[in-house]
């Protein structure tokens, strides 16, 4: 079992940053892809942004250049840093394991965090 935990969220300006965390209960580097998602009331989840345990990133195309996803292996945590917010970045945000060495359908989700940008 590996239990995610995310913080950081908040209300934010237009312009403004928030740098979301993920702890893992255990090491993000037996964890093939940790990732962050965001779903907004009525619309799908999707996928922010992902690293994979050798750290490669990737990103949905609507927050590069503004996020960035990033790792602290002695903290066991994961971060999103987001830059230049958007009203449309609302959402709630969800961190996400997939993947370890003793099960490949290892599926875990954290509780998620709101994320509010006004105008």
């Known amino acids: 079992q590996v239990q995610l935990v995310e913080s950081g969220g908040g209300l934010v300006q237009a312009g403004g940053s928030l740098r979301l965390s993920c702890t893992a209960s255990?090491?993000?580097?037996?964890?093939?892809?940790m990732g962050w998602y965001r779903q907004a009331p009525g619309k799908q989840r999707d996928l922010v942004a992902v690293?994979?345990?050798?750290?490669?990133?990737n990103y949905a195309d609507f927050v590069k250049g503004r996020f960035t996803i990033s790792r602290d292996g002695a903290k066991n945590t994961v971060y999103l840093q987001m830059n230049s917010l958007k009203p449309e970045d609302t959402a709630v945000y969800y961190c996400?394991?997939?993947?370890?060495?003793?099960?490949?359908?290892?599926?875990?989700w954290g509780q998620g965090t709101q994320v509010t940008v006004s105008s």
């Open positions: 996400n394991a997939k993947g370890t060495p003793w099960n490949p359908h290892f599926d875990s």
């Open positions: 255990t090491s993000i580097f037996s964890i093939n892809a």
């Open positions: 690293i994979i345990s050798g750290g490669s990133t």
